[in-house]
């Protein structure tokens, strides 16, 4: 029979319940890798209207990031950025920075975090948007940063003739950042 913390409530638990939860949440830890890359392969179908699926996007991204040499940081960054696309439509960059924010650093947290309001810049106008929104962080020390991301790895992305690298290319450097310690995150501000 499986283990199960004894409390119906979180306030009776017992410190052998919450050793046992740690250690749980240890193992389960350990498999997310494997969750985030079946996330990505369900990319696949998803989104329509676009000229490739929001899979082979998040895979261009990421190649171009590879090619250009960017950190495994980065390159994971490129591939997971428009992950919560299904769950969160409307805030999928807070959702991917989420999932990257133990592992990353903050600039590349924030790059994420804030990806959606930046990639406007391309489209806002056609559809009653403002495309200079992000300007609201112009003085912002990653604003530049932001502005690179969506320039040469997101807007460029949508082109089914590019050769992008297979998820499996990526699959050991998505195991490497997400098998890391995470970083305390109690010192940030992002």
């Known amino acids: 029979m499986k283990k199960t913390a004894s409390f119906t409530q979180m306030k009776y638990g017992t410190k052998e319940d919450y050793e046992l939860l740690e250690s749980l949440e240890r193992d389960y830890v350990r498999t997310l890798p494997d969750r985030l890359l079946a996330a990505l392969r369900g990319l696949e179908h998803t989104l329509s209207g676009y000229r490739v699926s929001r899979l082979e996007h998040s895979l261009q991204s990421a190649t171009h990031a590879y090619d250009a040499g960017e950190s495994e940081e980065m390159v994971v960054a490129a591939l997971l950025h428009d992950i919560g696309d299904e769950l969160a439509p409307y805030s999928h960059s807070e959702m991917a920075a989420a999932i990257l924010r133990p592992y990353v650093s903050e600039k590349i947290h924030w790059i994420i975090k804030y990806h959606g ?30 502005v690179r991301f969506c320039e040469k790895y997101d807007q460029n992305c949508f082109d089914p003739q590019f050769q992008s690298k297979p998820l499996e290319f990526f699959e050991q450097i998505v195991r490497r950042i997400f098998s890391a310690p995470p970083r305390d995150l109690s010192a940030t501000t992002a």
Do not use: I, T, W
């Open 117 to 146: 309001l930046f990639q406007m810049y391309y489209y806002a106008h056609h559809v009653g948007g403002d495309r200079h929104a992000r300007d609201r962080f112009q003085e912002h020390p990653f604003f530049d940063e932001a």
